[in-house]
């Protein structure tokens, strides 16, 4: 993915500037040869339509996975990286089998570093279990992924991204039934919280602004997922964050006994290894595709067709959600 993606990780432990909570993903890493590591040592620009060839080492014992955790480790040890319970946070874009052997030495190296492990959570193109609702042959089909994305013993979470398929096109995540009966008119718990078992599901709601990948693909090859009106595509947004927030903050009766308050404010200190009255540290994700994607078309950044609107949506919605409480 390029050299220098490392570059707003490192400004930030300089200047100390943004200071927010932050997390890294796999692809992060500082390296002289940089290209030459990351396409491994046998790279030539031969294969039609690669630029870059992904390569991970075979071995464990590969040096470069240690010279890439002993890089990561200052990022791991600053006191905004978000924790769980004591172990930082690792994010995998997508499931690769070759990414196995890198994250069962990573984990070994963070627990010589002083961690647990990590606490890692990988991508899955698939809908999120509990708000988006779909056929059965195909919610037995991402059943059968994440089962086997768990059954590796790597990963705590995955990550449900609803990517331009037909399944998710035009459609926004929504509260299950079963969590809004919970709830009287004005906002008082009515019986039991769900008031059918319902099983926590180690699953992180993905929601992607708007996608268009025709600036990086044919016309015959794109796919375009917010092609309408802006204010359509926003309200679209607007509805699965609010969805997806709500259901992380009202749906069980663990998430009601955290401080609700770290879920909307951002607050690094519930995140940092500081225990809740449970004992755990806050799991409690929403991840939103992406900040500046311009080439396929995702993008939270001002822009002259949303203007700030993305941005706005989340700070609305945070707020509706603290001041409203859970009530549908």
Same mark, same amino acid.
């Given at each position: ?88 946070? $690792? ?56 089962? /086997? ?18 399944? +998710? ?41 708007? $996608? ?23 309200? /679209? ?6 969805? +997806? ?44 595709? +992406?900040?500046?994607?311009? +080439? ?33």
């Amino acid at each position: 993915l390029g050299p220098n993606l490392h570059a707003p990780l490192v400004n930030m432990l300089k200047d100390g500037h943004p200071d927010v909570p932050f997390a890294a993903p796999l692809v992060c890493h500082e390296i002289d040869e940089y290209l030459e590591w990351n396409v491994g040592p046998d790279f030539v620009f031969k294969e039609p339509g690669v630029l870059q060839k992904q390569y991970f080492p075979k071995q464990k014992d590969d040096p470069l996975i240690t010279e890439h955790y002993n890089w990561l480790r200052q990022f791991f040890h600053h006191p905004n990286y978000i924790k769980v319970n004591r172990k930082p946070v $690792f994010m995998l874009y997508q499931r690769k089998p070759g990414a196995i052997v890198v994250l069962q030495r990573l984990k070994e190296l963070a627990m010589k570093d002083g961690f647990p492990g990590l606490y890692v959570t990988v991508g899955l193109t698939k809908g999120h279990g509990h708000l988006l609702s779909v056929d059965d042959d195909l919610q037995q089909k991402f059943k059968s992924v994440t089962k /086997r994305t768990f059954s590796f013993g790597l990963y705590d979470k995955v990550v449900s991204y609803p990517n331009p398929s037909e399944w +998710a096109e035009g459609r926004s995540l929504e509260i299950p039934k079963w969590c809004q009966s919970s709830w009287s008119d004005d906002g008082e718990r009515e019986h039991e919280h769900p008031p059918v078992r319902v099983e926590r599901l180690r699953d992180i709601a993905g929601i992607i602004s708007s $996608f268009d990948n025709t600036p990086r693909r044919n016309v015959e090859d794109a796919n375009l997922f917010a092609s309408g009106d802006p204010k359509v595509i926003v309200e /679209r947004f607007r509805k699965s964050l609010y969805a +997806a927030l709500y259901y992380e903050s009202c749906c069980f009766q663990d998430a009601l006994s955290f401080k609700n308050e770290s879920l909307w404010s951002g607050n690094k200190n519930e995140h940092q290894g500081k225990d809740n009255d449970n004992g755990e540290d806050d799991d409690r994700f929403i991840i939103i595709n +992406a900040m500046n994607e311009w +080439a396929e078309g995702m993008a939270l950044e001002p822009s002259d067709v949303y203007g700030r609107s993305f941005l706005e949506t989340i700070r609305d919605t945070k707020l509706k959600i603290r001041e409203d409480g859970c009530s549908v």
